[in-house]
């Protein structure tokens, strides 16, 4: 029988057992973890509040938040996004209050995936964190911003970890083989660099899966055998094309679908929709995308295109991913192609603006309901002109108040729908109607 290093007793995986112990020893995060950078140093002198840390899968997160409790000496809880809730942290809070009461120690609470808990989930988490009873620190694979509460990020400092290099996973690898205590040195097995950097590029910048590859072959080789890409190559199984290559992650992937439909370039749209969803992706992320886009990159150019979207999405979800990835090929190409204007985009923005800077602005008394109206100091009254009794539907008055009068917002363009909108403007501000912008 071949003799291997593991048995079935083995209390945890290779990538947990060679979880680092200092912080000298996490690879690829120097920027955030080196003499003089602040989260090295928080963690160094033991005094580190609240944090969220983001970054791409196998990175570090978990052994970062691992060691902010070795060195800031407090209890570590782990509570998991995906099958942990409310109820959970409440026995965890309570644990937590009586340590500190009793102890005088503190809890850090390390909540893994932290993007997958809902809003009142996160928001269940601020009062805790606000009076100190818990140190969180969140991991996640999403954008903060688009992840995690605004109340929660006020409370946290947030640091992103890098993907890791080729030269990274290789000499974590080459760590593991190494070392005999925690690791795989007991068993010898040999590995030249070429097969190592393989096993790095297979495994996407991801050091848990290409040390779970390593695991999985050591249980079946013999002391002192040769690694060999095929029996790696089978420990992997299928390859998922990951997004964290090198500089490239879902945002980034999503960033180039967005800027590809903006410049109207289909090819290159089909390609960062089939890049994601090669990767994992769900469709409807890209959905979502589109139905953005088409209000924003597109609008009233072609007012089809929101409709083209939601279409999609409802065939989707109808049909499921197989058939259903059609529609929202459809719909991007679609969007890609159609013609472009920003201008409701930044007409909104500017109405938005204008109603922040007068709040207290009355309602124009002909425009009140005729209750109201009625109630109305007098010499504010002006009566209200019904535009279908007029030809052509329209009749000059006054719809902002006055304080606004004249200011515009919508400036169509001359591209698409919108230039037919353009006349339509221009005709009734000939027939004393909202002005038309220079």
């Not at 790696?232 to 990951?242: E, I, K, N, P, Q």
């Not at 923005?349 to 109603?355: D, G, I, S, V, Y």
């Not at 909108?421 to 005709?427: D, E, F, S």
Request: a neutral charge; charged letters at 20%; proline letters at 7%.
């Amino acid at each position: 029988m071949s003799a291997t290093l593991f048995s079935a007793s083995a209390p945890e995986p290779l990538a947990a057992r060679m979880r680092p112990e200092r912080l000298e020893d996490v690879v690829g995060q120097q920027h955030l973890l080196a003499p003089g950078r602040p989260l090295g140093d928080a963690i160094r002198i033991g005094s580190i509040g609240s944090v969220i840390l983001t970054g791409p899968s196998g990175t570090g997160k978990t052994t970062i938040a691992s060691l902010i409790g070795r060195y800031t000496q407090q209890t570590v809880v782990v509570l998991n996004a995906v099958t942990d809730g409310i109820p959970r942290l409440r026995e965890i809070v309570a644990e937590a209050e009586k340590r500190r009461s009793f102890e005088g120690r503190r809890t850090l609470v390390v909540i893994d995936e932290i993007h997958r808990w809902a809003k009142s989930q996160q928001d269940a988490l601020l009062p805790h964190v606000e009076n100190g009873v818990i140190t969180l620190c969140g991991a996640t694979t999403e954008v903060p911003g688009f992840a995690v509460v605004g109340a929660l990020l006020s409370r946290s400092r947030v640091y992103a970890l890098r993907p890791l290099t080729i030269d990274d996973v290789v000499s974590v690898c080459a760590r593991a083989l190494a070392d005999e205590p925690r690791g795989l040195g007991a068993q010898r097995l040999q590995a030249d660099t070429d097969t190592l950097r393989w096993l790095a590029e297979q495994s996407d910048g991801d050091a848990r899966r290409a040390l779970g590859a390593l695991e999985a072959v050591a249980q079946v080789l013999p002391v002192g055998a040769a690694l060999t890409r095929d029996a790696l190559a089978d420990a992997l199984g299928t390859r998922v094309v990951s997004y964290d290559r090198v500089d490239v992650d879902r945002n980034a992937v999503l960033s180039a679908f967005h800027k590809s439909l903006r410049g109207s370039d289909p090819h290159a749209v089909l390609y960062w929709l089939a890049r994601g969803l090669q990767a994992g992706e769900d469709p409807q992320i890209f959905l979502r995308r589109l139905a953005a886009m088409a209000t924003e990159d597109i609008g009233l150019a072609d007012p089809l295109a929101v409709g083209m979207v939601m279409t999609a999405w409802d065939t989707f979800r109808r049909l499921g991913p197989a058939e259903g990835e059609r529609a929202v090929a459809q719909a991007a190409v679609y969007c890609a192609v159609a013609p472009k204007s920003n201008r409701l985009f930044l007409a909104w923005a500017a109405a938005r603006a204008a109603a922040a800077g007068s709040p207290s602005v009355p309602v124009p008394a002909h425009l009140l309901n005729s209750e109201m109206h009625l109630r109305a100091d007098p010499d504010r009254r002006v009566p209200y002109e019904y535009p279908h009794e007029h030809p052509g539907a329209f009749v000059a008055q006054p719809y902002q108040p006055p304080e606004l009068q004249g200011q515009t917002y919508y400036h169509p363009s001359a591209v698409g729908e919108e230039k037919q909108i353009a006349k339509r403007l221009a005709w009734w501000a000939e027939r004393g109607g909202p002005p038309v912008a220079e």
